[in-house]
């Protein structure tokens, strides 16, 4: 699968995941979103970058993250044959959450000072995130996919009739220069 239409998928499915993960947040009243997150674990790290360095390697990182979320999805197609559909995505979805389940509890074990956002909220949403990123990375590659073959339609469809004749058809016919 082409790296474009990847990293397209990546666009859409972590902004929109984040966007979840943004809205679940003010709806806790609680620091759920990834990107905000990633900042305060590296401004409370043992280099302890400032808030205005921070942020910006925070989401930087976030989206590299969602870019091998897909490209390993994109892999797993490939591997399986198999085409984008919904149920994919959804299981992308839910494997790349348990995944980033995983990496984040360790994270937060690993860190000397962690943020403290409460673990069942985070985890919950976080796995729910995950699950939106995998459907709408999935619904991108679809979409691409189906422009793919519409472009490749052509865009006026001409059709014999069947009392046409023409002299090519005939493989006796003999032609001659008028």
Do not use: C
Not at 133 to 148: I, M, N, P
Not at 155 to 167: G, H
């Amino acid at each position: 699968m082409q790296q474009r239409k990847l990293a397209l998928a990546n666009l859409a499915g972590t902004t929109l995941m984040t966007l979840f993960s943004e809205a679940v947040s003010y709806l806790a009243k609680k620091d759920l979103s990834e990107p905000v997150l990633l900042s305060k674990f590296l401004e409370h790290s043992p280099i302890s970058l400032p808030q205005k360095q921070a942020r910006p390697i925070a989401w930087i990182s976030h989206y590299v993250v969602g870019q091998a979320f897909a490209t390993a999805y994109g892999l797993a197609l490939k591997q399986l044959d198999a085409k984008p559909a919904a149920k994919n995505g959804l299981l992308m979805g839910v494997l790349s959450g348990l995944t980033g389940v995983g990496i984040w509890k360790a994270t937060f074990k690993l860190h000397p000072n962690p943020p403290k956002p409460p673990a069942a909220q985070f985890y919950t949403q976080l796995l729910l995130a995950h699950v939106v990123f995998g459907l709408v990375a999935d619904g991108v590659l679809q979409l691409l996919d189906k422009q793919k073959h519409e472009d490749s339609k052509p865009l006026v469809a001409v059709e014999q009739a069947a009392d046409t004749y023409y002299p090519l058809q005939d493989e006796n016919a003999v032609v001659s220069p008028s």
